[in-house]
């Protein structure tokens, strides 16, 4: 009988990816927290590509820690994947559909939502949710 533990292949890549991907996270968060928080004076498109390069730094940093493997990756790891996955793919939807209502209620203009804004709600809701359902099962 063979071990399915050692023998599951998903599409994941190398567990090291988790650590460069939270070093990219922290350097896009410095990065645009200093940029931010110490007034800078820049042109307009030097600001706007600040905002779109740290923006996207932190998106692919949430991607590999999101696609990083477990030291152990077994079906069950692979299952908490695919009920997170879908269950923020649920809530990115009800999140797009429901905002701009917020937008009405609260504000006066309407905010169009970013791709940048839903792919980061979606990374980090399937993060919160993948990790709360795997420190539940411990």
């Known amino acids: 009988m063979e071990n399915k533990t050692n023998n599951y292949k998903g599409t994941r890549i190398h567990k090291h990816f988790k650590k460069m991907g939270i070093g990219i ?6 990065t645009g927290l200093s940029i931010k928080l110490m ?70 203009p309407i905010q169009n939502l970013t791709g940048q804004q839903v792919v980061i709600a ?3 809701g399937y993060l919160l949710n993948y990790y709360s359902q795997k420190f539940s099962n411990k």
């Open 39 to 108: 007034h800078i004076e820049m042109m307009p498109t030097h600001k706007a590509f600040f905002k779109v390069f740290t923006l996207n730094g932190f998106i692919l940093g949430l991607l590999f820690v999101a696609l990083a493997k477990e030291k152990v990756e077994d079906e069950m790891i692979a299952q908490m994947r695919s009920k997170a996955m879908s269950q923020t793919f649920i809530w990115a939807v009800l999140y797009v559909i429901l905002t701009p209502f917020v937008d009405l209620i609260f504000k006066d």
């Open 25 to 30: 996270i922290l350097i896009a968060l410095i």
């Open 122 to 124: 979606m990374l980090f």
